[in-house]
């Protein structure tokens, strides 16, 4: 196999982009292209450990550009592609779907397009280890009854939000790209993550932050929707590990085996935040801060992912379990007021300003 040079990752400034950076910067030796339009989502500081290393470069692009993807595959002339950049946040794709439509899926065509007149570039060995790996999630599956078996890599399709039918839909694409014109695709399936760097509009972190400053904690429903949680870090590995060394063609489901209800997982918050952080003012259990609220429409009751695929053909499974990793993750958001302070109060927009511009390392 040619030796993986430089590895082209969108939506790195994000949640789980910046999580896969941090590791193929830390732990390889790849050089890392982070193609990023910094929307409301992405924060360079999730970079901080990572961006002044000489195998990083950033360029601020929209993937939905085609002229300028096309500048940044020629000026860095990428070995894989690693396609995380998106709209990920379901109430945001109920309230206003048409950023979802551009660049989940308008956008994943654009970049398609110029990964295989890329492709056309390549020969040999270098031809033959090229990778355009699409990261997906586990809702294009739809929803699952109690007891139901977990989605597996052959699950019908059955998407019920905009978000989870622009994911879909730029599965299609990608697995159409791959058929029709022959591009070495490889497709993951992920549950929900949480970790360290987490937008504060999302379950984990915004309980954690609400929870810590004393603050009601919504909870849709009743609070009985499962999720399978897996650690972002695990995933990142996860990643890396079908990027690198996945069949051309194939999809893999990734899964941390930690199906939770919504509620237990707030719950496990307000005890672990009163466990580490100052009690509240007037001396009760964070548990009595939670509110019951109404339910998201079209909410999906259960996700669950069956991982045995990637474990057994590419070996790779969590090393956290949930109750190891929302602990250090409630640790992190504790120690690190200094990066998700900034986003409460709007002044992280500011934080752009000087190292948005386009560099390259
Ligand atoms: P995120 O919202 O934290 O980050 C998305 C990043 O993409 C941001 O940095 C944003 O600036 C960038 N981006 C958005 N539109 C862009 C555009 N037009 N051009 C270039 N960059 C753009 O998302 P995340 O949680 O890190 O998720 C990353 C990927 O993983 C998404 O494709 C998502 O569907 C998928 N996924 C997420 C989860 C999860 O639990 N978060 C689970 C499974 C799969």
């Not at 709007?346 to 511009?357: A, E, I, Q, W």
Request: overall charge negative; glycine content about 8%.
């Amino acid at each position: 196999m040619a030796d993986i040079r430089t590895v082209l990752v969108t939506g790195g400034a994000g949640f789980i982009g910046s999580a896969v950076i941090r590791h193929l910067i830390n732990d390889t030796d790849v050089r890392v292209v982070n193609v990023d339009k910094l929307t409301y989502a992405a924060n360079l500081k999730s970079l901080l450990s990572v961006s002044d290393d000489p195998r990083y470069a950033f360029e601020q692009v929209d993937i939905g550009d085609s002229g300028e993807l096309e500048r940044v595959f020629r000026t860095h002339d990428p070995d894989i592609v690693m396609h995380l950049a998106a709209e990920s946040h379901v109430d945001r794709s109920i309230d206003g779907p048409e950023d979802f439509i551009q660049t989940n899926i308008v956008g994943t065509f654009r970049l398609l397009q110029v990964a295989r007149a890329h492709l056309d570039t390549l020969d040999g060995d270098r031809r033959a280890a090229f990778r355009f790996h699409h990261i997906s999630t586990d809702e294009v599956f739809g929803s699952l009854y109690p007891g139901d078996p977990e989605f597996t890599e052959t699950h019908a399709y059955d998407p019920r939000s905009p978000y989870s039918a622009s994911k879909a839909a730029s599965d299609h694409l990608v697995r159409a790209w791959g058929e029709t014109y022959g591009l070495p695709v490889v497709l993951s399936n992920c549950s929900n993550n949480y970790g360290p760097y987490h937008f504060p509009e999302k379950l984990i972190p915004l309980m954690i932050i609400k929870g810590l400053q004393g603050e009601p904690l919504p909870v849709y429903g009743k609070g009985d929707n499962v999720r399978d949680w897996l650690q972002v870090e695990d995933h990142a590995r996860a990643l890396w590990t079908i990027a690198s060394t996945g069949v051309a063609g194939e999809r893999y489901n990734v899964g941390g085996n930690n199906e939770k209800t919504n509620l237990e997982v707030v719950e496990v918050i307000c005890d672990l935040l009163d466990e580490m952080a100052p009690p509240l003012s007037d001396g009760k259990a964070r548990r009595s801060l939670i509110s019951f609220v109404t339910d998201r429409p079209g909410h999906d009751f259960r996700y669950a992912i069956d991982a045995s695929k990637i474990k057994r053909e590419l070996g790779w499974e969590p090393r956290d379990t949930f109750e190891t990793g929302i602990r250090q993750t409630v640790r992190w958001y504790l120690d690190n007021a200094d990066w998700w302070q900034p986003i409460l109060d709007g002044t992280y927009k500011l934080d752009r300003v000087g190292t948005g511009s386009k560099t390259a390392g």
